[in-house]
């Protein structure tokens, strides 16, 4: 079966949406790409450093409450719904709840066949791409390195520290073209 | 059975996007808000301009191919289930294939509370609007002002060219509570 | 002479950034919109919210130190040079020193045909307008709607309230080309 | 004399503007950034893909007139204005002029003491990172590679090939601090 969804973790800053961009131009079928971004820009404005919504510290720390947590899942359960109704789909997402994290999502796609991919980047790199973007608050990419991987398996790694985004969306394109007769869901 | 998605539909400029946002601060449950925009945000860059995806003309004219038609059949679908899962949706859209628009979402969305809002404005403050906002393209605010709304059923209807978004929020709000027993679906 | 400076003093969300752009799309010549939206962009991420920096208070207050007025300084003179040098400036700026910051403008920007615009509009309105935005800091609107103007001389005064940005541009550039040859500097 | 305005040059996607962020972040003092973006957006609406404007091929092929040109020359005396007035100010460019375009600058920043650099970016390089970043588009950043750097002479050349855009800040600004006493204009 061919995948329907990619899955990219990864901390703030790693390069996750470059390379769904660059996996958006070099695969041949249209996909879409949601992602974490896209459902806090769906929110109310009052959500964001409010009780039960997402609060930004000033360290880089995030936290969510149980508004946010409630949204996040019926999304989660309508992204899948997309996927399986036949439009590809690349998750670009912060599993800041790690194992968990990914546990919510494989129970959502369960049926579907998906691709989970790290998506690694040195906190240090990470950190030096956060001032270039000229992000506000600085420490998330620092603080979210390693531990949005922590428990989660994968089925293909990308390091962009020293690799390009599109040179990962290849290695990605291609495991997907190999594997495409044969790949089994990670929580299978 | 309280509204879980409030379907807002109008032309380029026409004021919907403005009031979504004061929807989602007026009500006292949070709502996600997407819509056409988030769908072409989350599209291939290469869906642009290009046959089967989506085109801007010159004069405002915009047109969609089958590739973009596919995915957002399936893009509404998942909409409806995170509605259906719990999160209220307010749907922000443009009804370019007028009354067989409203069709596709009230089949994606039919055992669902739906409330239908007209956002009218007229061409003139709408082109007015859109100059104001520096698009380049323009011409789509007159181009859809009308068209859009023809043959569509509304629960309600409101017109932003002498009022502001906040008050068409307040209205709208005020629906919601008032029907919040007794509503049906357009299509029922 | 023609004035080549046209200077829009208006509280947050009064709507002088729609009016700048109507003003470049209906007159003639191009002209250039800076503001101190600019000028913050312009800027270190680090000095927003720091000391000697600006700050965006809970409550919709702004604060600005020592380094920002600097740079404010040495922009509004390089302002003045463009406009000198034949651009022709559209200045969206907000007042928070009122006659002090006109004061300020008028030094550096003397010996030029300046045609200074107040962009007035009703709190309530431009507070409700302020959310269909989706800001995330409330309070600016209402905070600035009338302090920005206490003290300061126009030649013209809009009031978005009730009229389009569209209008306001068309009777802006009316003035402009009626007063053509006869125009004076307020502080003259 | 210390350094007042250092000019970053390269072509599209060459990482010239994430460099210029973390320069601002680096640096001890705060520095301005502007740009020929931040002078396109300045512009009217209409200067886009006009006549007498500024044009985007369809093979990124970038071309100006003489509307777009005289705007720049006035605006280019704004900036050296703002410098000489005590803002340092980081110039962002692409020299589609080549070594012209640099003796417009060098002209108009006379008796500043500015630090030329070069941002290099290997064509194949700057191609991905345009497809990451989701430009429509495509070919600027290949076609802008080499041509821009024609004829132009620098103090300092970094490359982002294969380095961060903060460690090439850091030695922008380990330059400007060992050079600080004795820097003399390229064009001296």
Known sequence: MATQVIVLNGGSSSGKSGIARCLQAVL??????VGVDTLIEAMP?????????IGFAADGGVSVGSKFQA????????????????????????????????????????GLDV??????CEAAVATGRELARGNRILGMAASQAELVHQGVRYDLEVDTSRTESLECARRIAAHLGGDAAGSAPVGG
């Open 28 to 33: 041949p079928e249209p996909w879409l790409t």
């Open 45 to 53: 404005a009052s959500l964001h450093d409010t009780d039960g919504g």
């Open 71 to 110: 949204l996040q899942a019926a999304w989660i359960a309508g992204v899948a719904t997309m996927a399986g109704a036949g439009a590809r789909v690349i998750v670009d997402e912060v599993f800041l709840g790690r194992a968990e994290s990914q546990l919510r999502w494989e129970k959502a796609l369960v």
């Open 115 to 120: 691709l989970w991919v790290g998506v690694r």
